[in-house]
């Protein structure tokens, strides 16, 4: 973001990818990007819009298989986003938004699908709905104030299962619930400044460390956000105790 005098936070296609409060991620990073200091131009990009590849953090949510074969052709025809990613924005990607920045996901009209190819998973169709509460224990590479990520909590819904790559890793280690996929026994990936997972809830709500993670790597200042979380807490350990964990 060197020499622009707002974050620019770009949430893609809330006409085709906001389920299960998804648009809550984009509330809740443009809130803690303001507490950083930050002046904040929050962009919501519909899907008949062109991507801006200014922007430093780009959130893409979850959806059904249709919107999601939609989402991924318009992003494959607009380079955007790819662009983006190659100027050092972060992208924080949920579910149908994880599957189609890997190389290919699995559609029930179509088939197999292309991905953006962004990041370096495949996905494709398990025999069971992963639906529920998921608890995960992040990668601990991933640090915020060089403490590493608390546990993740949120929610699942999906037919499709991940294989993560060689040249990512999954973003957390699966203690309860599905991620990628049941047996998986992880959930998400990330690599660079890309993060996906299959965590809804909105994960940025339950799991504001995470928002803390991408703003620091856009910013450059490794502290945690300096935010009253006492509400953030009681959801987190509401949930936590839901599942037992
Ligand atoms: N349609 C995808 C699947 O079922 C993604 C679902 C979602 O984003 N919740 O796997």
Known sequence: MAGQSALRIVWIYPDLLSTYGDQG????????????????????????QPLPVQGDIYLIGGGEDR?????????RKDDGLQRAVEGGAAVLSVCAGFQL?????????QGTLPGLGLLDVTSSRGTVRCVGEVVSQPDPALTVGGRPLPRLTGFENHMGTTAVGADAKPLA??????GNG????????????????????PVLARNPALADLLLGWVDGDP?????????????RAERLAAVGA
């Open 223 to 235: 502290a945690p956000t300096k935010a009253d979380d006492v509400w953030h807490e009681k959801l």
């Open 67 to 75: 919107p999601q074969r939609l989402a991924a052709e318009r992003l």
């Open 182 to 201: 049941a047996g998986a026994g992880v959930d998400g990936a990330h690599a660079g400044r890309i993060v996906g997972t299959y965590l809804h809830g």
């Open 101 to 109: 920045l890997g190389h290919s996901f699995h559609d029930d009209e």
């Open 173 to 178: 280690t699966v203690r309860s619930g599905n």
């Open 25 to 48: 991620n984009a509330l809740i990073m443009s809130y803690r990007a303001r507490l950083r200091g930050h002046e904040v131009e929050q962009l919501n990009v519909r899907s008949d």
